[in-house]
């Protein structure tokens, strides 16, 4: 079994290495978009869970005057002793290389997490359908896409919207039955940039 062990000890740095390469490369903000910026740093987190993500995301919503959530961030757990060991030799204590099988579970806790440091978007002054619309697409969870979404049509009730609303009703649905081969997956995936460029009509027209 030794050797099992050191292979996936290995396989594990290699891809904890890339994706910490991937996330520095990630992390020239632009100080002229700060909604962006905080757009970047939850990504960057959510593929590349770290205590070194977590703590930029952190000092960045705290000086846009955003609550931080007071729950820890949820992460997985590390596969096994020598994975966690070899990777903090090699990026320092606590750092925490990505789980590449997150359970549905522990994605929607992330996603809620996540979710709850407000898109800057929404807090944007006047308020517009261009505003809204890219704010929508900052977001992770159901119950924060169906809210914001609930909010554009009392704000800005039309056709289009009605129609973006029941988009994403229509893509959770397909989600929800699809079968986890590759056909199932890639029209998903089909379906779901077809809902992102229905959104992105409100600011790129």
Same mark, same amino acid.
């Given at each position: ?30 100080? +002229?978009? /700060?909604? !962006?910026?905080? @757009?970047?740093?939850?990504?960057? #987190? ?8 977590? *703590? ?47 359970? +549905?579970? /522990?994605? !929607?806790?992330? @996603?809620?997490?996540?979710?709850? #440091? ?8 006047? *308020? ?78």
């Amino acid at each position: 079994m030794d050797w099992v062990i050191t292979f996936l000890a290995i396989a594990f740095v290699v891809a904890a290495a890339g994706a910490k390469h991937r996330a520095s490369r990630r992390y020239n903000l632009p100080q +002229e978009n /700060l909604a !962006l910026s905080l @757009a970047i740093l939850k990504e960057n #987190l959510l593929e590349n869970p770290s205590e070194y993500a977590l *703590q930029k995301l952190k000092d960045f919503a705290t000086s846009q005057n955003l609550k931080v959530p007071e729950e820890k961030y949820p992460t997985g757990k590390v596969p096994n002793v020598e994975a966690r060991t070899i990777t903090e030799l090699i990026f320092g204590e606590g750092f925490k290389a990505p789980n590449f099988e997150q359970d +549905e579970s /522990l994605f !929607l806790q992330q @996603a809620a997490w996540l979710d709850s #440091l407000t898109p800057l978007e929404f807090k944007e002054e006047p *308020q517009t359908e261009k505003t809204l619309a890219k704010g929508i697409l900052r977001l992770y969870s159901d119950d924060a896409i169906f809210k914001a979404l609930k909010e554009f049509a009392q704000k800005f009730p039309s056709e289009k919207q009605q129609k973006l609303e029941q988009g994403y009703r229509t893509l959770c649905e397909l989600r929800d039955n699809s079968k986890a081969d590759y056909d199932s997956l890639e029209n998903l995936r089909i379906e779901k940039e077809k809902w992102e460029r229905l959104a992105r009509e409100w600011f790129t027209a």
